[in-house]
């Protein structure tokens, strides 16, 4: 019997009657070991480390050891949350490994499974984090405090769990953003900085570790720096600590290179400044085109290693945009990110950004590339939305330049229709944006439009319209200019 169809009718007997605990875990870890075997074998011949599934073994062997044996061995157990305590931990560890056979399915199961070990009364420091970061946060009725306190108490329980380094690492950075989150007035920044210096001093035990699979480390990095990437000083900080071991144990690795890349592009802006150019001083422009230079060899680099990387590529079109070595050199890099992942949102806000007036674009040129946005039957994901990015830019624009009447032109309702359109075809769960559809419908004095989307909203967010009394006055106005409407 192959080992897939076996695995498969694990998961399945399992929706039909439900196993102790330990012993699921313990087949399980028994199936991991089997396909650890086999892809030794699979490797000799093809030179690879991945399972039929495409999931690497060892991340998947790493995850299991370091989640449930952990508990099963060292955890504080009772008869009462052992079995869902356990259910969270192997179904944590399969998603964390990147099955492609598990879908997204797995992560609303796991919200349901983290529910059942906390009214079961687990405390165990994993499933704390997890149900803060799975089902707290998404708790309509919630608030930021309550998703902060959440996170804090993981936090507390993990200072006296016995997890590894890199699960540690996450639930201080969490805490941390959260408690933030909460109070940005930074009444509790000791908190802040506590658990955030505390995440980076886990991550750097948890780059030591000799069986650490490389996914691990590069979600890591990539999640401690975009945390940071508003914080220079800290940002600087941690990277002069992990970089260096990044570089000794993964020289070959590209996200290593990218990493680099992506702190040496944050210093080159840093150097330069927020200033218009004729402020720049000397120094401040050398410090730019230094850090660009570098900046733009590291990506490079990881580009050589790693040309099936969108974001990579995205990232030089933000060194382009420093570099000002033509726009076909952004266009390369633009086109070679969209061929990749022809959702690519973030490329596309690039380019779009790259093309406003106080670069090297201009308004036609913005527009005219968010309508080919809306209009690509190639591109998709929330790509149509850079129409609407674009107007919101030159919005800003003319509202700086004494205009307060942008959105009440014809042209514009007609670009911010079709892009919210074609962006609901292709997403028709993303309920949520239909505060946004309100939002343009009302300042564009679309008061049917206003009206007639307003059932779709669901459960209002009222801090969107800028307060709950905000929003009825909106609502009142609307009616009655409706009313008034020939």
Same mark, same amino acid.
């Given at each position: 019997? !192959?080992?897939?169809?076996?695995?498969?009718?694990?998961?399945? #007997?399992?929706?039909?009657?439900?196993? =102790?605990?330990? %012993?699921?875990? +313990?087949?399980?870890?028994?199936?991991?070991?089997?396909?650890?075997?086999?892809?030794?074998?699979?490797?000799?011949?093809?030179?690879?480390a991945?399972?039929?599934?495409?999931?690497?073994?060892?991340?998947?062997?790493?995850?299991?050891?370091?989640?449930?044996?952990?508990?099963?061995?060292?955890g504080?157990?009772?008869?009462?949350w052992? $079995?869902?305590?356990?259910?969270?931990?192997?179904?944590?560890?399969?998603?964390?490994?990147?099955?492609?056979?598990?879908?997204?399915?797995?992560w609303?199961?796991?919200?349901?499974?983290?529910?059942?070990?906390?009214?079961?009364?687990?405390?165990?420091?994993?499933?704390?984090?997890?149900?803060?970061?799975?089902?707290?946060?998404?708790?309509?009725?919630?608030?930021?405090?309550?998703v902060?306190?959440?996170?804090?108490?993981?936090?507390?329980?993990?200072?006296?769990? $016995?997890?590894?380094?890199?699960?540690?690492?996450?639930?201080?950075?969490?805490?941390?953003?959260?408690?933030?989150?909460?109070?940005?007035?930074?009444?509790?920044?000791?908190?802040?900085?506590?658990?955030?210096?505390?995440?980076?001093?886990?991550?750097?035990?948890?780059?030591?570790?000799? $069986?650490?699979?490389?996914?691990?480390?590069?979600?890591?990095?990539?999640?401690?720096?975009?945390?940071?990437?508003?914080?220079?000083? $800290?940002?600087?900080? %941690?990277?002069?600590?992990?970089?260096?071991?990044?570089?000794?144990?993964?020289?070959?690795?590209?996200?290593?290179?990218?990493?680099?890349?992506?702190?040496?592009?944050?210093?080159?802006?840093?150097?330069?400044?927020?200033?218009i150019?004729?402020?720049?001083?000397?120094?401040?422009?050398?410090?730019?085109?230094?850090?660009?230079?570098?900046?733009?060899?590291?990506?490079?680099?990881?580009?050589?290693?790693?040309?099936?990387? #969108?974001?990579?590529?995205?990232?030089?079109?933000?060194?382009?945009?420093?570099?000002?070595?033509?726009?076909?050199?952004?266009?390369l890099?633009?086109?070679?990110?969209?061929?990749?992942?022809?959702?690519?949102?973030?490329?596309?806000?690039?380019?779009?950004?790259?093309?406003?007036?106080?670069?090297?674009?201009?308004?036609?040129?913005?527009?005219?590339?968010?309508?080919?946005?809306?209009?690509?039957?190639?591109?998709?994901?929330?790509?149509?939305? @850079?129409l609407?990015?674009?107007?919101?830019?030159?919005?800003?624009?003319?509202?700086?330049?004494?205009q307060?009447?942008?959105?009440?032109?014809?042209? +514009?309702?007609?670009? @911010?229709?079709?892009?919210l359109?074609?962006?609901?075809?292709?997403?028709?769960?993303?309920?949520?944006? =239909?505060?946004?559809?309100?939002?343009?419908?009302? =300042?564009?004095?679309?008061?049917? !439009?206003?009206?007639?989307?307003?059932?779709?909203?669901?459960?209002?967010?009222y801090?969107?319209?800028?307060?709950?009394?905000?929003?009825?006055?909106m609502?009142?106005?609307?009616?009655?200019?409706?009313?008034?409407?020939?």
């Open positions: 019997m !192959e080992l897939n169809l076996l695995s498969n009718r694990l998961m399945k #007997a399992r929706t039909t009657f439900r196993l =102790h605990a330990s %012993f699921l875990a +313990v087949v399980l870890i028994i199936l991991v070991s089997c396909k650890k075997e086999e892809s030794v074998n699979l490797s000799k011949a093809n030179g690879g991945k399972n039929a599934a495409g999931a690497d073994v060892d991340r998947l062997q790493w995850n299991m050891e370091s989640l449930v044996d952990v508990y099963l061995k060292r504080h157990r009772d008869p009462k052992d $079995q869902a305590t356990t259910n969270v931990l192997v179904r944590f560890a399969r998603i964390r490994s990147g099955h492609r056979e598990w879908d997204d399915t797995e609303e199961t796991l919200g349901w499974e983290l529910r059942d070990a906390v009214q079961n009364g687990s405390d165990d420091p994993m499933v704390l984090y997890l149900h803060a970061h799975n089902v707290v946060a998404y708790d309509k009725n919630g608030t930021l405090e309550t902060a306190n959440a996170y804090r108490k993981a936090a507390e329980a993990m200072e006296k769990g $016995q997890y590894s380094s890199l699960r540690k690492f996450y639930v201080y950075l969490r805490a941390a953003e959260s408690i933030q989150a909460a109070d940005p007035d930074k009444a509790k920044f000791d908190d802040v900085f506590k658990y955030r210096q505390m995440a980076g001093g886990m991550l750097k035990f948890a780059l030591n570790d000799e $069986q650490i699979p490389v996914p691990e480390v590069k979600e890591a990095c990539e999640v401690l720096f975009d945390v940071l990437k508003k914080n220079p000083t $800290q940002h600087t900080i %941690f990277h002069n600590v992990i970089q260096p071991v990044l570089m000794r144990r993964w020289p070959n690795e590209s996200f290593v290179h990218q990493t680099q890349g992506r702190y040496l592009l944050a210093q080159a802006w840093k150097s330069r400044g927020v200033q150019s004729d402020k720049v001083t000397a120094n401040g422009w050398t410090g730019f085109r230094s850090n660009l230079l570098m900046a733009a060899s590291a990506f490079e680099e990881a580009w050589k290693l790693d040309p099936g990387n #969108a974001r990579i590529a995205t990232e030089m079109i933000g060194v382009e945009l420093g570099q000002d070595n033509g726009r076909d050199r952004m266009e890099w633009f086109n070679r990110a969209m061929a990749l992942d022809t959702n690519c949102f973030e490329a596309c806000e690039k380019k779009l950004y790259f093309l406003e007036p106080k670069w090297y674009g201009s308004p036609e040129e913005m527009l005219s590339f968010g309508r080919e946005c809306v209009a690509s039957e190639e591109w998709g994901g929330d790509v149509p939305r @850079i609407m990015r674009a107007h919101d830019s030159l919005a800003a624009y003319a509202l700086y330049n004494g307060t009447n942008y959105w009440k032109s014809p042209s +514009v309702w007609r670009d @911010i229709k079709s892009s359109d074609k962006f609901f075809t292709l997403n028709p769960k993303a309920v949520g944006w =239909h505060h946004n559809y309100v939002w343009y419908a009302y =300042h564009c004095e679309q008061w049917d !439009e206003f009206n007639n989307r307003l059932p779709l909203l669901g459960p209002i967010n801090s969107y319209f800028g307060g709950k009394e905000t929003f009825e006055l609502l009142s106005n609307a009616r009655e200019r409706e009313s008034k409407t020939p």
